[in-house]
């Protein structure tokens, strides 16, 4: 099986109006609840073999301290074609990957993730800043995801309760 957390940037900040859109980091919120969906996933014991993420700043900083939190020791790895990508590249780049890698985390940004979840697993909810979708694929190669061998496992947001 294959394990795929579709997560998107936490909360951005629009403090600097003069910042493109690229070089926005996060908000004061954003800084909050990445390292709670962290713990959230770290209680879980989730480690994934590889985070992929797009290089925007507020992207980056929040795969770097969900990264943190988990304990994940390996470096983030940056993919310029994630930031503004349709759902055609994203799954490119998905089954495109080593097969030795079980687990990923992908970080982005919307549209692109909300189509990609609705893609898979027919996911209609919109996945808010800092959300995180797990899907699970029954197959053993990257190459084969599918949204027939796709199953939504988990969909869990700073705001959700317990």
């Known amino acids: 099986m294959k394990k795929l957390y579709i997560i998107r940037h936490a909360k951005s900040s629009w403090k600097d109006g003069a910042l493109e859109d690229f ?3 996060l908000s004061k919120r954003g800084k909050a609840n990445a390292p709670m969906m962290g713990e959230r996933l770290k209680k879980k014991g ?3 073999d ?3 993420s797009s ?3 507020r992207a980056k ?3 770097e301290i969900i990264a943190k939190e988990i304990g994940y020791k390996k470096k983030v790895l940056l993919n310029e074609e994630i ?3 349709s759902v055609a590249t994203l799954c490119d780049i998905l089954r495109a990957l080593s097969d030795k890698n079980k687990t990923v985390f992908l970080v982005g940004h919307n549209p692109s993730l909300n189509d990609l979840a609705h893609y898979y697993v027919s996911h209609e909810a919109n996945i808010p800043t800092c959300g995180i ?3 699970g694929f029954d197959c053993d190669v990257w190459a084969e995801i599918e949204p027939k061998n796709a199953k939504l496992l988990l969909f869990d947001y700073p705001k ?3």
């Open 23 to 25: 070089e926005r980091g």
């Open 46 to 48: 989730v480690m994934p």
């Open 50 to 52: 590889i985070i992929l």
């Open 55 to 57: 290089p925007a700043k």
């Open 61 to 63: 900083e929040t795969a």
């Open 83 to 85: 930031y503004e990508a």
């Open 133 to 135: 979708v797990e899907i």
């Open 160 to 162: 959700k309760s317990d």
